[in-house]
C-alpha cells in the first residue's frame, strides 16, 4: 500500500502486513557503532556461543528501530503522521539472530479526535513476526495524525 491515511480511515481492529527484512551481520555490526554498545553478547562469538542461546544476539533496540522502519514502506502514514507520542509496554519474547527474517504487522488498537479537529491519536500495536508467524517483539506506539481537514488546512 502506499497511499496516504489520515485520521478518519483509520478504523479498530485494522491490520497492515509488511513484507520480510533478514538481519544481517552489518546490521548487528551497525548497530553496535551506532550505540557503542559492545556487549559480549552481541560481540563477541566465543562468549556467545558459551551462553544458553549458542550464538550472538541482535540488540533488543534494534528491533524497535526495525519495527518503526519496516512501517515505512506501506505509505499510509506519509504526509498524514505529526509525530510519535511514544513507546510503551514494549515486550522481548524472543532473541533476535543474525540470519532472521522479520516483518511487522500492525494493529489499530484505538482512535480519539483531537479537541481542534486538525488531528487525533491513532493507537497502535506493533509486532515483530519471525519466518514463522511467531511475535518476536511486540509493544504500543501511538501516533499523531492529521484528519482531511488538518491536511487541507496546512496545505
Known amino acids: 500500500m502506499t497511499t496516504t491515511l489520515y485520521f478518519e480511515d483509520f478504523q479498530p481492529g485494522q491490520v497492515f502486513e509488511t513484507v520480510g527484512r533478514t538481519i544481517t551481520e552489518t ?21 556467545a556461543r558459551a551462553t544458553r542461546f549458542g550464538e550472538r544476539l541482535v540488540h533488543g533496540a534494534y528491533g524497535i528501530g526495525l519495527a518503526i522502519g519496516l512501517m515505512h514502506p506501506l505509505g499510509i502514514f506519509e504526509k498524514s503522521a505529526v509525530a510519535m507520542l511514544g513507546i510503551a509496554d514494549w515486550q ?18 484505538d482512535t480519539e479526535r483531537g479537541t481542534s479537529g486538525r488531528t487525533g491519536r491513532v493507537g497502535r500495536l506493533l509486532e515483530l513476526l519471525d519466518h514463522g508467524g511467531e511475535v518476536v517483539q511486540a509493544g504500543r506506539s501511538d501516533v499523531l495524525v492529521l484528519t482531511r481537514a488538518g491536511a487541507e488546512a496546512n496545505a
Open 27 to 47: 546490521d548487528l555490526t551497525l548497530f553496535s557503532m551506532l550505540t557503542g554498545d559492545w556487549n559480549p553478547i552481541h560481540a563477541d562469538a566465543e562468549y
Open 92 to 109: 522481548f519474547k524472543k532473541p533476535i539472530l543474525v540470519g532472521t527474517t522479520l516483518r511487522l504487522r500492525l494493529n489499530i488498537v
